[in-house]
């Protein structure tokens, strides 16, 4: 190789970029100490940008085609070098190639938890996470902002300010919205499009264009999640007396398939009955220190005896109405779950209804 073949070698005559890692933004061409020839053929493929840098001052930026590198070609760089009439020898620049193709399917989350205060469950702590696409929409920018002279920068790089950016507004979204905990599954796609509204004007500033934002999961606590089950679960049963009588049903039916077991089904079916009655006392049972025995239940009816004849039924407070006239301290009365007819002074609940009466006014 003669001397001149080497001089020739060290000029760059073709210019281009074939991307094979698929998480490169910006590439610096490798020009090490060549300079570039003039007419060197510069080739930008779509989805990239070419920048040129002219002692750390960006000059000229090219749009997909094929260039050759002349004084019309570089208008901000002729004027730079000086070149006033053109120029027809070699020449030094720094050439980046931006990627402006889309990044799709990119993760962000909350790496601590959010606190927020919840209508329901008061102060609770949320995680987030999601995921995002995202393009370089101004290259100049881009490489002034974050870039720099990084020779390769990639997509993880820029990665942690964007998740910074969508964090700190995720916070701040959450707590102008006021949705309830229960309810931000239903609201992922307005929270996420306000979101998006509020960190896109950031992004723009350093180059970049935010898309197909989205939230995919908002998680709280184990304790919380154990709070909405519990709630679900009793609004669930509902009714607790209906409930009791349910499952006490069920546990007839499976008696009856099993006859051998049935003495131990009517000794279930006592302590259900019993575990009901407790409950609904405890719900009813008046402050300590009161005499007076605990309401009836809803329902509860009663039968009469009067003149050998069966009258009713008659609810608690029909009966009380009736003291005095129908119902005195010896008449017989039944309801249900007595083994057999009781006098009325006998039977706390009709009882206590004659120490509430007032007696007979005296004669005048």
């Not at 005559?13 to 890692?21: F, K, M, S, V």
Request: with cysteine; hydrophobic share 40%; proline share 6%.
């Amino acid at each position: 190789m003669s001397i001149f073949d080497k001089i020739r070698g060290e000029f760059i005559d073709i210019i281009e970029w074939l991307d094979d890692t698929q998480d490169t933004i910006v590439y610096r061409f490798e020009r090490h100490n060549n300079e570039i020839k003039y007419g060197a053929q510069l080739t930008v493929r779509e989805s990239q940008v070419a920048v040129f840098v002219n002692e750390g001052v960006i000059a000229d930026v090219f749009e997909p085609g094929r260039y050759e590198l002349e004084t019309q070609n570089l208008p901000i760089l002729t004027t730079l070098k000086g070149w006033k009439y053109g120029f027809n020898s070699p020449f030094k620049a720094e050439v980046y190639f931006v990627n402006t193709k889309r990044f799709t399917d990119l993760k962000w989350g909350t790496s601590n938890p959010v606190m927020m205060r919840d209508q329901d469950f008061g102060i609770v702590r949320v995680r987030a996470f999601g995921t995002y696409a995202m393009r370089v929409c101004d290259a100049a920018t881009f490489l002034r902002e974050l870039a720099g002279t990084d020779w390769q920068f990639t997509v993880e790089e820029v990665q942690e300010h964007i998740r910074n950016q969508i964090v700190s507004s995720f916070a701040e979204g959450v707590a102008k919205a006021q949705i309830p905990v229960i309810d931000l599954a239903a609201k992922y796609s307005d929270l996420g499009a306000t979101l998006l509204d509020s960190v896109a004007p950031g992004m723009k500033e350093v180059g970049i264009e935010l898309l197909n934002f989205r939230i995919e999961n908002v998680s709280v606590p184990e304790e919380v999640e154990a709070a909405i089950d519990k709630r679900s679960s009793m609004g669930a049963v509902g009714n607790l007396q209906a409930y009791t009588q349910f499952q006490a049903a069920n546990a007839m039916e499976k008696a009856a398939e099993n006859p051998g077991g049935l003495g131990a089904a009517g000794i279930g079916m006592g302590v259900g009955a019993a575990m009901g009655q407790a409950m609904q006392g405890a719900f009813n049972q008046p402050a300590a220190g009161g005499q007076a025995p605990p309401p009836v239940p809803a329902g509860v009816q009663f039968h009469l005896a009067i003149d050998g004849s069966q009258h009713g039924p008659f609810t608690v407070d029909q009966l009380k109405g009736m003291i005095g006239s129908t119902l005195h301290p010896d008449t017989l009365v039944w309801t249900a779950g007595m083994p057999e007819w009781k006098k009325a002074s006998e039977v706390d609940v009709i009882k206590a209804l004659f120490g509430s009466v007032p007696p007979p006014l005296p004669p005048q």
